[in-house]
Each structure stands twice: as C-alpha cells, then as structure tokens.
C-alpha cells in the first residue's frame, strides 16, 4: 500500500501535527484521521521512501490506477490549465450530475469536449479513477495544483453527505464569482495602463530623437551663452540615456528583479502586503476584497458541510494576504476554545466591525453560511464600486501627470528659443 503524507490539527490540543501513515486511498486515510480526533489540513501520497509509521487498511478503498499524460507530460504541470477551463468544468459537471447522470457518463461527455490536451487527459484520468471502484475525491487529490484544498474539500463533503450535485453547483457559482471579479479589476485596470505605456513612449521618443536636434541648434546659434536651469537638466538627462541606455535598462532590470525577490521573503511580503492595506484609495479595496474572499470561502465550505476548524484553515490558506491570514488564524484558535467567530474576528481589527456584527447574528439564528454569502455579496457590489471609483480616479491623474512631464521637456527646449529669437530681433 501507498504512504501518505499528512497534516493535520489536534482538536485536543489544537497543535498541528505531521506524520506518514500507509493506506489504500486518500479517503481511508483522511477518515481514519478523523476517527483519530485529527482535523487533516492535507493528504497527500509521500514521494519519499520512508516506511510508513502506521498501517491502515479499508475493504472498499483501492489504489489508484497511475494514467499517462500526453507526451509524458505530468499531470502536475498545470500550466496550459486555466481558471476558465476549470469553471466551464465545474459548472458542466454539475449540470449533468444534477440532471441525474452518472459521474463515470458524465466525466466522459465533458473530456470528449476539451481542447486543451492537458486537462482532458486530467479529466480522463478523473473517469479512470471512478471506473476502477475510486472516488472522485481520490482522483482529484492526484492533481493539487488544478483541484484546490478548497475544491478537494467541498467534493468530499458532498460525497459524504450525498449531495454532490449541490455542491458542485456552488462551486461553479463560487468560482465563476471570483473570476468575475478578477475579470472587473482587469478590466478596469486596462485603460490607465496604456495611458501608461503612451506617455512613456512619448517621453522616450522625446529624449532619444527630438532632444538631441534641439541641443545642435543650440550650441550653434546660442554661441557659448549659458542655457537655462531647467534645459540643462533635461539635456542631461536625455545625453545620459543616449550614451548609457543598455546600462539604464539593466539597472531597471535588475531593480524589478531584486525587488520581486525581497517580495518572496517572509519579511518582504509582510510589508508589502501591510502597505496595500493601508494606502490611500487602494488600500480600502484590498481589504473589501479580502472580506468578500474570506466570507465567500467559508460560507461556501460551511454550506457544504466541512467542519468549520477545517473551513477555517482553508480559509486561512486562501487569504492571499498575510494579515488576513494570520487575523484568521487567531479567530481558528479561539474556535478550538470553544468560542463563536464573530467576537474573535472583530477584536483582531483587521475586519470591518459591521462584518463582525452580521456574522454574530448568523451564528445566533443558525443560518451562519447563508450570512456569510450575503456579507460575501454586500462586499462584491463594494468592490465593483471602488473599482470604479479609483479608475475615474486614475484616469485623470495620469492623463495631468503625463501633460506636465511632456509640458516640462516642452518649456525646457522653448526657453532656450526664446533667448535665440531676441538676439536675432
């Protein structure tokens, strides 16, 4: 039997704890885990080759099958995969299992109509599994990178309880959600990046093409006079961009890339993701889409019937922002005491009050996931709105930025005119 490497949550002790146990399948591993008092986090097979410290078997479990890729290409590599393909999936396969086909036909239908040759291999490999006595779970643990926690999760929370087909219509509801609104910002974000890239094709034209003529005919006319301040400045500056361009874009070129390695430290993207919590404008729009994720996420999970100390580790793994996280990770801790969710969330300060106040009023009359998706929902609208906002914001502001440093090249090189027109009066 296969050895699967574990983490999972102590609901004794709250710990987490690590370690490698032998089983027949994802699922009989996870569940005996469960029978354990552990919470798993993650299951996974273990690559390395260490035998196993615990011996677990079930009847109905079996190994799964190993199903080529195309090319020999591993299944891991997710990279022709996108978050699109992976939503019209979702959404398809929960139209047909509602429709009351069976999981095996269904998984066959969509693979037939893939084009990307990766994931109809992935989705071949899905039926493959089903086909020799698995379970859809076991199948899509085999590919993390395309099949979330989240996702893993809520499908084995629906072939538990034996609504699979609702919960893979909310899944296809989440998912298409959350692109829409990537897709939002994206698009609102379009416009003042070419306003960007047109103002810094101008500037460039301007210092390496138009400058240098000017700075002839100011030598020759001007005979030795000083010229102003101003042009002196912007000649030298475009005189160092002609002779030292390649030393420039290399000093950029490097700049972006040590700074994109400080971002991968710890420290690095503790600061920066404090920064976007706080700036101006920006700032309000970060947090209001990490509520709407928060809140999504967990509603979502605890309306499929994960456990909600689970829920809230994939919660927390999904914040996308490091203080986000950790404010979770404290609320997961005093939900292991025995305490409620709103109270610990709101004294973290990290969310709004009023997400605080409307989660406690879920979990008072019970209806805690259905709170959850409309806090989800109020924060959505918030996000379109902010979107908007700053990009009528940024429109301007760029468009006065990009005037002022083309009327600044443009009065630098008519001063020096000016004087040559009254010597010549």
């Known amino acids: 039997m296969p050895n699967y490497a574990y983490i999972a949550i102590d609901a004794n002790t709250g710990r987490e704890k690590r370690g490698v146990v032998a089983g027949s399948s994802q699922s009989s591993v996870t569940t005996e885990l469960k029978e354990q008092g552990l919470y798993p986090t993650q299951v996974e097979l273990d690559s390395s080759k260490s035998g196993p410290t615990k011996k677990t078997a079930t009847k109905n479990s079996v190994e799964q099958p190993t199903t080529k890729t195309p090319r020999g290409e591993s299944w891991f590599d997710s990279s022709s995969v996108t978050a699109k393909d992976l939503t019209l999936f979702t959404r398809q396969f929960a139209t047909l299992v509602r429709a ?158 040590a700074f994109r390695l400080l971002l991968k430290t710890p420290q690095g993207a503790r600061i920066r993701d404090r920064i976007l919590l706080v700036i101006p404008v920006g700032g309000d729009l970060v947090l209001k889409a990490a509520v709407s994720r928060f809140t999504r996420t967990l509603g979502t999970l605890l309306a499929s019937g994960v456990q909600i100390l689970e829920a809230l580790q994939i919660t927390r793994d999904t914040a996308g922002n490091i203080h986000v996280a950790e404010a979770v990770d404290t609320v997961q801790t005093r939900v292991k005491a025995g305490e409620g969710i709103a109270r610990p969330l709101e004294e973290t300060k990290v969310f709004p009050a009023m997400v605080a106040s409307m989660i406690e009023v879920g979990e008072e009359t019970g209806k805690l996931p259905d709170m959850l998706e409309r806090i989800a929902d109020t924060y959505e609208e918030e996000v379109d709105n902010a979107v908007n906002a700053l990009t009528s914001i940024l429109e301007p502001v760029m468009i006065v930025l990009m005037a002022v440093v083309v009327g600044t090249i443009v009065i630098a090189l008519f001063l020096p005119l000016v004087r040559i027109i009254q010597t010549l009066s």
């Open 100 to 257: 009351g086909m069976p999981l095996l036909r269904g998984l066959e239908v969509i693979a037939r109509q893939q084009k990307s040759v990766r994931f109809k291999s992935i989705v071949e490999g899905l039926a493959e599994t089903i086909r020799t006595g698995g379970s859809l779970s076991d199948g899509m643990a085999q590919n993390p990178r395309i099949f979330n926690r989240l996702y893993l999760n809520m499908v084995k929370a629906g072939e538990a309880s034996g609504a699979l087909d609702s919960v893979l219509l909310r899944l296809a509801e989440f998912l298409e959600k959350s692109q829409r609104i990537r897709g939002k910002v994206k698009t609102a974000m379009t416009y003042p990046l070419i306003i960007m890239g047109v103002a810094l094709g101008v500037v460039g034209a301007l210092i390496v093409f138009v400058i240098p003529r000017f700075e002839s005919i100011f030598k020759t006319m001007l005979k030795g006079q000083p010229l102003p301040g101003l042009t002196r400045t912007v000649l030298g500056v475009s005189e160092f961009l002609q002779h030292n361009l390649l030393v420039s874009a290399g000093l950029i070129g490097l700049g972006v890339v």
